[in-house]
């Protein structure tokens, strides 16, 4: 997830990917309410196990 900071995402993406065995990855934009409160530039990064 990100608030306009695509190139930062990608590359935080590339890196995850080559670290993990990840079965999805997805890049998705921030809601408005979430870039206001956090800032243009915020990056988030959520995840769990699969089981």
Known sequence: ????????AE???ERVLAE???AELW???FSPLMG????TGTI???FYPED
């Not at 997830?1 to 930062?8: F, G, N």
């Not at 206001?36 to 800032?39: E, K, S, V």
């Open 36 to 39: 206001y409160a956090c800032g």
């Open 27 to 29: 890049l998705t934009e």
């Open 1 to 8: 997830m990100h608030a306009y900071a695509l190139d930062e």
């Open 44 to 46: 988030g990064f959520a």
């Open 20 to 22: 993990f065995n990840c």
């Open 11 to 13: 590359r935080l993406k």
